[in-house]
Every structure is written in structure tokens, then in C-alpha cells.
């Protein structure tokens, strides 16, 4: 969207010089045209650009594309490093986590209506990665464990469709997670948006015996 929007505000920035021009030249009619539509492009801009920088912090997707993956190693007593690696990118990202299941949640905007016609993906952003000790005596489960996955730029649209009316009718945001995944040492988890939402599904033997042992 960022070309978009310099191509744009460039616009702008012409036009408004010749209606200067022409302003200085006494051509007063031709200039106050040039002018109004130069200040309606900058409007524009200035509106949209807050939009466009928070809509580059998400990544399109396919139905079934895998997104990122997950590989956990054992550092000490239920203490594992967790290495995410997004697609397609290639971004690696490492954190230490603290308890015996993850979990991670993501953003998901999806254009619907006329703005689906254009043929616009629907993007992800990866949210947050979560890990926690089950408590299995007590029921109770304990986060241990909280990073933030994304990076906050300009407008934040996906809260803006889910609470205003005015992106109703053109967006959809929603709110994906995996379930509850067993922390496991070399256990290697796929990340995939599917019909039910955010899936892990396992990679190696490490992770489908951590699954088949929390059953």
C-alpha cells in the first residue's frame, strides 16, 4: 500500500505547486482548482497513511498456507527455548519459555463485499506467544509466559473493524489462536490459518509424541 500512498501524496504535492503557479500568474480560477484538489489529495493521504503503516505489519495468507514454525528445545526443568521462524520471510525469532504448553494467538483481517472483488488477500499478524504450567491437582492453569509477537504502526485498524461501523461492510477482524500445545525438547510444530481458525500441526516424531503422551 506504501507505493500507493507516495504516489498519491507526490500528486499532491504537484498539484498544489501549480495551483501555486498559476495562483502567482493570476490565473485565480485555474489556480483555486488545482489548489482544492491538491489539498483533497493531501486529506487523503494524511488519512490513509496511518492505515497503511499499521496494514504492513500483517502478511498475506492463503487457506492452509503454512505461516511459521515452531521448534523447542530443553534448556532445565520445564524451561524450553522456542525458536519461530515466519514464511516467507524467513524472520527467526527466539524466546525462553517457562512451563510445560504453549500457545500462540494472531490478528486476521479478512476484506469482504466490494473489496473482495479487487481481489485483496486476507493477512495475519502473529500476536503473541504464550506458555503456561497445567496444574492438573488444583485445575488451574498458569501463564508463565507472555511475549509480544507483533510490532504496532500507525492507525490499528483490526480494533477499529471490530469496533466501529464504519468497516462493517468492507472488513472482517478477527481473533485466532492454537489450542494448548505439550512443550516437548525437539519437538517441531507447523503453523497454519485453516478453516477453524490458527492450527499447529506436528513436524517430526519429537512433537507427534508430545501430543500422542498429553492425550
Given amino acids: 500500500m506504501r507505493p500507493v500512498l507516495v504516489i498519491l501524496a507526490g500528486f499532491a504535492l504537484v498539484t498544489l505547486l501549480l495551483g501555486w503557479t498559476r495562483w502567482l500568474s493570476d490565473r485565480r480560477w485555474a489556480a483555486a482548482g488545482n489548489l482544492a484538489l491538491g489539498l483533497g489529495a493531501a486529506g487523503l493521504t494524511a488519512w490513509l497513511w496511518p492505515l497503511g503503516l499499521h496494514l504492513e505489519t500483517y502478511e498475506p495468507h492463503r487457506a492452509g498456507q503454512a505461516i511459521a514454525d515452531l521448534f523447542l528445545e530443553q534448556t532445565g526443568s520445564n524451561q524450553f527455548r522456542a525458536s519461530?521462524?515466519?514464511?516467507?520471510?524467513?524472520?527467526?525469532?527466539?524466546?525462553?519459555l517457562e512451563g510445560t504448553q504453549w500457545r500462540i494467538e494472531a490478528r486476521t483481517l479478512a476484506w469482504i463485499g466490494r473489496a473482495a472483488e479487487l481481489g485483496?488477500?486476507?493477512?495475519?499478524?502473529?500476536?503473541?506467544?504464550?506458555?503456561?504450567?497445567?496444574?492438573?491437582?488444583?485445575g488451574v492453569?498458569?501463564?508463565?509466559?507472555?511475549?509480544?509477537?507483533?510490532?504496532?504502526?500507525?492507525?490499528?485498524?483490526?480494533?477499529?473493524?471490530?469496533?466501529?461501523?464504519?468497516?462493517?461492510?468492507?472488513?472482517?477482524?478477527?481473533?485466532?489462536a492454537t489450542p494448548w500445545q505439550p512443550m516437548a525438547n525437539g519437538a517441531r510444530f507447523e503453523l497454519r490459518i485453516g478453516p477453524a481458525?490458527?492450527?499447529?500441526?506436528?513436524?517430526?516424531?519429537?512433537?507427534?509424541?508430545?501430543?500422542?503422551?498429553?492425550?
Wanted: proline share 5%.
Fill in 120 to 138: 485483496i488477500a486476507p493477512s495475519h499478524r502473529l500476536e503473541s506467544l504464550i506458555s503456561r504450567a497445567a496444574v492438573a491437582t488444583e
Fill in 84 to 96: 519461530l521462524t515466519r514464511f516467507p520471510s524467513g524472520r527467526m525469532q527466539v524466546f525462553e
Fill in 141 to 176: 492453569d498458569s501463564i508463565r509466559s507472555r511475549f509480544s509477537l507483533a510490532e504496532d504502526r500507525g492507525a490499528d485498524l483490526w480494533t477499529h473493524a471490530q469496533r466501529g461501523p464504519i468497516w462493517d461492510r468492507a472488513l472482517e477482524a478477527g481473533l485466532a
Fill in 197 to 215: 481458525g490458527l492450527e499447529a500441526n506436528p513436524l517430526n516424531a519429537a512433537a507427534s509424541a508430545s501430543l500422542a503422551t498429553a492425550r
